[in-house]
């Protein structure tokens, strides 16, 4: 048996490329303190951003195997990044509409950036497509996909989505256990509060106090383990099914799956939404109730810092930014200007 030689042996691009993003991997870990020491820019900090990010560039290698064959180094393939995303922005199907949305050609440029480790000051970084809210389909359109789903058959589980705000990844792995009363959650930081700060675990309890302090009058939590980013949450259940929810959840073993299968067919992302919408109606006030509680420096005019004014083509209306900020904690994101974009519907 010949033995390689290592002199002759060279890696392959995908080789190259794969063993880089491996290197970025940072689940689990602070990306604000990263972001804070100038460090974030060569990690990856969600397992499923490391995923999607590795499924765009394999599709990327692919290509440049074929247009560019000679292109064997991770220095070589950058310089035709550009030209790849280009080419897919441009992309139309028989029907002359452009096959790939906003979203994805920005998902993949993301990708590629975080791979050739593109800087935002580069003069030849490519720019996505502006994403438009009109050109969403998914989630508020129905789609060929939304045929191989019935919703009288699953009925339960929307109305459970739509009570909770769970992204798939914790809904499929949801458990009795992650449902808390508030009385347990109290409980909990006081167990907390008696413990060392060396052996706290000093994120369940913010986690613990962030939602009793931001939903005082909510009496049961599902508990958001690992959610995006790693980070954990307890978000209350609402709606008109919550007794229901409640008592599926009672109704299973600490360690019993509360789903033991979710559709792939299922549109997680519009159940959110309308978790989102629920949750800010429930806390909205009237543009009327909201006090005068700001003054311009410049001109001396009082205005109302709790209002919040969309933007493009939802310009004109007028949100209670309190609100929104309830909501947006609730589904984990913490940014108003996301659940306006992406959330809020129907006001």
């Known amino acids: 048996m010949g033995r390689k030689n290592k002199n002759r042996y060279h890696k392959t691009l995908h080789q190259l490329a794969h063993e880089r993003l491996n290197s970025m991997q940072a689940f689990g870990q602070s990306k604000r303190a990263d972001v804070q020491l100038g460090l974030s820019a060569d990690r990856i900090y969600s397992f499923a951003t490391y995923q999607t990010y590795k499924k765009h560039i394999n599709y990327y290698l692919r290509w440049l195997k074929t247009a560019h064959p000679d292109a064997t180094t991770l220095k070589a393939a950058k310089r035709h990044a550009r030209e790849w995303l280009e080419m897919r922005a441009d992309e139309k199907d028989g029907y002359g509409k452009y096959k790939y949305s906003a979203w994805t050609i920005q998902t993949e440029a993301a990708a590629l950036n975080k791979l050739f480790g593109i800087d935002k000051a580069d003069p030849d970084r490519f720019i996505p497509p502006v994403r438009r809210r009109e050109d969403i389909y998914r989630s508020r359109k129905s789609v060929s996909r939304d045929r191989h789903f019935s919703e009288t058959n699953n009925a339960e589980l929307i109305e459970f989505c739509k009570g909770t705000g769970c992204r798939r990844n914790v809904l499929q792995r949801l458990t009795g256990d992650d449902l808390w009363s508030r009385e347990r959650m109290q409980e909990e930081v006081n167990l907390l ?155």
């Not at 052996?199 to 106090?209: E, G, I, K, S, V």
């Not at 789903?259 to 800010?280: E, F, G, K, L, P």
Request: glycine share 6%.
């Open 193 to 347: 509060h008696r413990q060392s700060s060396a052996d706290r675990d000093q994120a369940h309890l913010n986690a613990l106090r962030d939602a009793l302090t931001t939903f005082p009058e909510e009496g049961y939590f599902i508990h958001h383990r690992k959610d995006k980013g790693g980070r954990s949450r307890f978000a209350p259940i609402i709606g008109p099914r919550r007794e229901e929810i409640i008592a599926r959840m009672k109704d299973r073993r600490p360690d019993e799956k509360v789903w033991q299968h979710v559709s792939s067919a299922a549109d997680i992302h519009s159940y959110r939404a309308d978790y989102a919408t629920r949750m800010y109606r429930m806390h909205a006030r009237e543009y009327d109730a909201i006090p005068y509680d700001r003054v311009n420096e410049k001109t001396g005019i009082k205005y109302k810092s709790e209002v919040y004014y969309c933007r493009k083509e939802e310009r004109g209306r007028r949100l209670d930014r309190k609100a929104m900020l309830i909501a947006s904690k609730a589904l984990g994101h913490n940014r108003v200007d996301v659940i306006a974009a992406n959330y809020l519907r129907g006001l």
